[in-house]
DNA sequence: TATCAATTATCAGAAATTGAGATGCAAATG
DNA sequence: CATTTGCATCTCAATTTCTGATAATTGATA
């Protein structure tokens, strides 16, 4: 084992399923000796990524809620977004779901999310949840203003269309850029729709969307065309403050470099 | 340099306050060469920790939003403690904020926030922050109701009280274990005042406090008895919560282990 | 096409990691 | 109170990985 494969490896078993595991556990599952493991986890212990808790089991540490906040804090997307996501939904008047996601390398994940007060409908859009590529309006909203290259990096990466599949999603994605706005039915969850405008901000390399989701069996032709105009005017809102925050990071003390080439995926 | 402090080395360099970093910078930083750099930031990089952005810099990845997401669904005092933030906040009606806060190895951290609306005091009370384990009406709570040789490891530990002023420490604890609740004025954020009481859960190795933070000038004789009833009752609704869930996972299919002891700090 | 910065690859010497088993430690037991 | 038990750490030699200087490659831009 190498690199830091070594506790990622560790990490990847605490999932939503399991949240708690022994050092036993841990060895069974990933066939390394115990020695080997005590050490490992202690240091993660000590780091604050694993936790030790009652009858000689480990969870999850303070490091990631610690480390999400500093995200929070600097991440020119969410701070511009998140105040608008209660304001949006609190528009729409039926229970509805609105989220931030962002494009990060090969994944589209959720950033922020927020509901409309009373009944919760059943939907897997919610912060930290990473997105299939592919599928649903938010995902499909940033697809499509993803420059050609790189998007099909994105696919070859993502692996799951075939040639032909990836005409068919390519056609739909010119679709969408001529409409402005995605919309999808029951992609990600059954039952539900969700509607999705791009937001971006080049200058600051970041692709993202802001979507709604609501329940089809409440949705109406006036909630629809309702619903698309909020997503227009909050997606705008939103570019303009990213915008700023931009401008104000320039004029700062820690200039930036000045070239414009990346490598990195 | 070895073991885990390779990677998080580079990882404490995004603060809040700079979020966004070059491999140059990061070499300066650290006194490490670039070479390696490039190596470690792409593994970072490769599995979540990072993200490359524009002009060749780097800022923190998705890793850390949905390990966090992990936590939050997985631990026990996050679930039974977040839906009762908002509840408690909305009964005091004076501008507040609602804070759950959790001791994890040897640091408090707040691990869920909620506001009342409108005019947000400014405190630097809010999930993802690490708390001073001393000052402060939360974690005073915390500590009092931690168990006398690990309150001596963890003031150890800390460091900063010497001996004359652990003596006043452990008298003040004594006094919040006889009232029941911490009330703290101005000892983390001038001109606020925190109100907490203690949440815990023994069988599954938790010890938390729940606080409302007011400004000062807001409050009269009346809001305080109001609050600390408030947080008596909320408190208690989130300890039964918790002992609901811990009864449904020694009832589940991973039979946790019979021992009792732990010695990871 | 040439140029330039960013990034990756190569490689040998230096350093860290691994796992088996011994040891330490504290709580539970008789 | 001595003993047992289970968790955690320590030791050490064989093995693997890491480091940093330098060379090669890539991709955007002029």
Avoid at 85 to 93: C, E, M, R
Avoid at 142 to 168: F, H, N, P, T, Y
Avoid at 192 to 213: C, K, Q, T
Avoid at 222 to 243: C, S, W, Y
Wanted: proline residues 3%; charged residues 25%.
């Amino acid at each position: 084992m190498s690199g830091i494969t070594r506790y990622t490896r560790i990490l990847d078993l605490f999932t939503e399923d399991q949240g708690i595991w022994t050092i036993m556990q841990m060895s069974e599952a990933l066939g390394t000796s115990t020695s080997t493991l005590y050490r490992l986890v202690r240091e993660m212990v000590d780091t604050g990524f694993l936790e030790s808790t009652v009858d000689a089991q480990f969870r999850l540490g303070p490091a990631f809620v610690n480390y999400d906040r500093r995200m929070r804090m600097t991440d020119p997307l969410i701070q511009s977004g998140t105040k608008f996501l209660q304001p949006l939904v609190g528009h729409v008047d039926i229970p509805a779901t609105a989220i931030l996601a962002r494009l990060f390398g090969n994944t589209v994940m959720c950033v922020d999310d927020s509901r409309n007060a009373s009944p919760r409908i059943n939907t897997s859009f919610e912060r930290g949840k990473p997105m299939p590529l592919t599928r649903g309006a938010t995902s499909q909203a940033i697809m499509a203003s993803v420059e050609s290259r790189r998007l099909k990096r994105l696919l070859d990466a993502e692996g799951s269309l075939d040639a032909a599949a990836r005409k068919a999603f390519s056609k739909k994605l010119g679709q969408l850029r001529r409409d402005g706005y995605a919309i999808a039915f029951g992609e990600v969850d059954k039952g539900a729709v969700g509607f999705a405008v791009p937001v971006s901000n080049r200058g600051l390399g970041i692709e993202a969307s802001l979507s709604v989701i609501v329940a089809e069996r409440d949705l109406t032709e006036q909630h629809r065309g309702r619903i698309l105009a909020l997503l227009a005017t909050h997606a705008n809102l939103i570019e303009t403050f990213m915008e700023d925050v931009r401008v104000e990071m320039s004029n700062g003390l820690t200039a930036p470099q000045q070239s414009k080439t990346t490598k990195f995926s």
